[in-house]
């Protein structure tokens, strides 16, 4: 019995020890990548020509000011990208054109906080070609296969999915939806 309750205290500090690491991974990623895409917003004075993502595919920020949320953007949606950033949806248009801009992040880590986002809630997307900002509309629950979420139309759009529940343990049965409208 003792030896089977050290094998369990064992494995519980390992687990624990990795959930740490995961968070504080996650943390100076976002931290590193802030002040790196900062550093680029104040040494470019103009915006033509630039570049939609940067070297390592950093697509920009975003913002939700009322939930306290920014959150380095990456080009992508691998698990490594998931891993320390939102990640641009592949397919989708980049912020600031006509259509729908995709992004993507975990639920448990920096998505988190969208279990509280409310209509009318403001969201930015900063980019190095300028600064956009979109309003809430609405959202939803999905299925996974669902992408007609993602269907483009005639006007700027930013679709932010995350896993649903927000509290489920594994993989999630279903996809929570944010739609927001840009604004002008």
Not at 15 to 41: E, K, N, P
Not at 72 to 94: D, F, K, P
């Amino acid at each position: 019995m003792r030896f089977l309750r050290n094998i369990f205290l064992v494995t519980a500090v390992v687990l624990l020890g990795y959930c740490g690491f995961a968070l504080a991974d996650g943390w100076i990623f976002q931290r590193r990548q802030s002040a790196r895409f900062d550093q680029l917003l104040h040494a470019s004075v103009s915006t033509a020509g630039v570049p939609a993502s940067v070297a390592g595919g950093m697509l920009g920020r975003i913002e939700v000011p009322r939930l306290g949320v920014s959150v380095m953007v990456v080009e992508g949606t691998g698990a490594a990208i998931l891993r320390h950033a939102a990640g641009h949806i592949v397919g989708t248009v980049m912020p600031g054109e006509i259509g729908n801009v995709g992004i993507s992040a975990h639920r448990d880590t920096l998505f988190r906080p969208l279990r509280n986002i409310r209509q009318q809630d403001e969201i930015t997307v900063t980019t190095l070609r300028g600064e956009y900002r979109y309003r809430v509309v609405s959202t939803r629950i999905v299925a996974p296969d669902d992408g007609a979420v993602l269907d483009s139309g005639s006007s700027e759009v930013l679709t932010l999915v995350t896993c649903y529940p927000f509290y489920f343990v594994g993989p999630a049965p279903e996809r929570f939806i944010v739609r927001a409208e840009r604004v002008m």
